[in-house]
């Protein structure tokens, strides 16, 4: 089975990743109930500020693909960089867990490799969603930083403590995420007929019709999705 061609293919592709992604943060987020804390009700996605927030965020993830010029990774990663917050539910649901426990490295880490794995084409996992997926939660807490609120679980589940990061960390970590995502730019543009770069992977020429992969909607056609 291949994903359908065009944009419907990219989008559902995209959907299928983001949706996994949401999962995992919000599963991440149970992890909190290892080190309980008072619940305490947020405000932060109150309206109307949900539409600054969520749009903020959105910007934000879409910069940070951007140079991949890859429209599926840019739909991922816009998606990511909002869907993380899928980690607050508990605690907004009043549930003794620190929110933000997805604001983690480690967390950035095992979502990046999932993702990778369950989109992995031919032998190996597809590194141009392996960097957009750590790009995106960069930009993701580039945006927390520039909004008002850069205390983070960062190292969360080893550790529960909160680090804040200094306002100025915000421009840092966009810049680092867009960064990170160049080097996609530089493949994309060495093989321009790839809808996806994948760091050389794709090189070996393999067909393949998606029957090799874990979950086909989730993996990306070879023969491309224009
Ligand atoms: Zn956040």
């Known amino acids: 089975m291949a994903l359908p061609k065009g944009f419907a293919g990219t989008f559902l592709w995209a959907s299928g990743?983001?949706?996994v992604f949401t999962s995992a943060a919000f599963l991440w987020s149970l992890l909190g109930f290892a080190s309980p804390v008072t619940p305490i009700h947020l405000h932060e996605y109150a309206f109307p500020a949900l539409v600054v927030e969520v749009g903020g965020h959105v910007i934000f993830g879409v910069l940070a693909a951007a140079p991949s010029l890859d429209p599926g990774l840019i739909l991922l990663a816009g998606g990511e960089s909002v869907l993380i917050d899928s980690d607050h539910l508990l605690a907004a649901?009043?549930?003794?867990?620190?929110?933000?426990?997805?604001h983690s490295v480690f967390f950035a880490l095992a979502a990046a490799v999932l993702l990778a794995?369950?989109?992995?084409?031919?032998?190996g996992p597809d590194m141009g969603v392996f960097a957009v997926t750590l790009s995106a939660v960069a930009a993701h807490l580039s945006y927390d930083v520039f909004a008002g609120n850069g205390f983070f679980y960062l190292l969360a589940p080893l550790s529960f403590g909160s680090f804040e990061l200094p306002y100025w960390t915000w421009p840092a970590l966009l810049t680092a995420a867009v960064i990170f995502t160049a080097p996609l730019l530089a493949e994309r543009l060495h093989q321009p007929e790839n809808v996806c770069p994948n760091f050389g992977v794709r090189q070996d020429g393999a067909k393949n019709d998606g029957s090799e992969f874990l979950l086909p909607v989730l993996s990306r056609d070879l023969d491309g999705t224009g």
Do not use: H, M, Q
């Not at 794995?117 to 032998?123: D, E, H, T, W």
């Open 17 to 19: 990743l983001a949706f």
């Open 117 to 123: 794995y369950l989109s992995r084409r031919g032998r």
């Open 93 to 102: 649901l009043g549930y003794p867990v620190e929110g933000r426990l997805a």
